[in-house]
């Protein structure tokens, strides 16, 4: 399936300072996910994004998808210990659509 | 309601063995999904089935590995005469329907981490 590309591969943050992880696409996305990955853990499902320049917040955390529907951004406002772990954009791939077509991540490591 | 469940969470083999790894979706989901993790990688997809049926199993190498989802009891996923590069994380995820553009998720379970010594 055709590939996302994820930056930065890895950030290290002061708690309290703000974190950004970039997502793109060569071609136009139908929808993008985000999930989050702790140490040891499962990916977890964070939220989808289907329209074009759409920006959603939960908390801290801002999502937004590009207006071509090629890149999308997670933002996370000063961190905190408990956002530690690996963020992944997601697209979906596949004839019906349901392979999930995971970036390599963002390793998010926060200094307390 | 529980989630998607999979055991075991840790499995250890040697070369040559064999691995059964099993999942349980969440109550009311009849598709399932197994993705690999490599170190440091992100998760590939590798088969998707529904009960009785196999419908996309192209992420599955074509050799030692398969998978089931029988009328019932768990899905499968089996390696056979397992080599050191099989060694992954294997997650498991569900969802009540195939098609992801209606704003379905898949839910993963929280994997069997497979050594091959």
């Known amino acids: 399936g055709q590939q996302v590309m994820q930056i930065p591969q890895y950030q290290h943050v002061q708690e309290g300072e703000d974190f950004t992880t970039y997502c793109n696409s060569s071609?136009?996305?139908?929808?993008i996910q985000w999930y989050k990955q702790r140490p040891g853990g499962h990916p977890v499902f964070l939220i989808q994004l289907v329209k074009s320049g759409e920006v959603k917040k939960q908390k801290r955390l801002t999502f937004q998808f590009g207006e071509a529907k090629k890149n999308s951004s997670l933002h996370i406002t000063a961190t905190q210990t408990t956002d530690v772990g690996t963020y992944f954009c997601?697209?979906?791939?596949?004839?019906?659509?349901?392979?999930?077509?995971f970036g390599k991540g963002t390793k998010l490591s926060v200094i307390p | 309601n529980a989630g998607v469940m999979q055991n075991p969470r840790h499995l250890v083999r040697r070369r040559g063995q064999e691995a059964r790894l099993r999942c349980s979706p969440m109550k009311g989901h009849s598709h399932v999904y197994w993705y690999r993790q490599l170190p440091e990688e992100g998760l590939k997809f590798m088969v998707y089935l529904q009960k009785e049926n196999i419908i996309d199993e192209s992420g599955m190498p074509k050799e030692r590995f398969s998978a089931e989802f029988p009328k019932e009891g768990p899905s499968i996923l089996r390696i056979q005469q397992v080599v050191r590069g099989d060694s992954a994380a294997y997650f498991c995820?569900?969802?009540?329907?195939?098609?992801?553009?209606?704003?379905?998720?898949?839910?993963f379970g929280p994997g069997t981490r497979l050594t091959v010594l």
């Open positions: 995820a569900s969802s009540p329907r195939a098609s992801l553009d209606t704003g379905d998720t898949q839910y």
């Open positions: 997601v697209r979906n791939s596949g004839a019906g659509s349901y392979q999930l077509t």
């Open positions: 071609t136009t996305l139908s929808n």
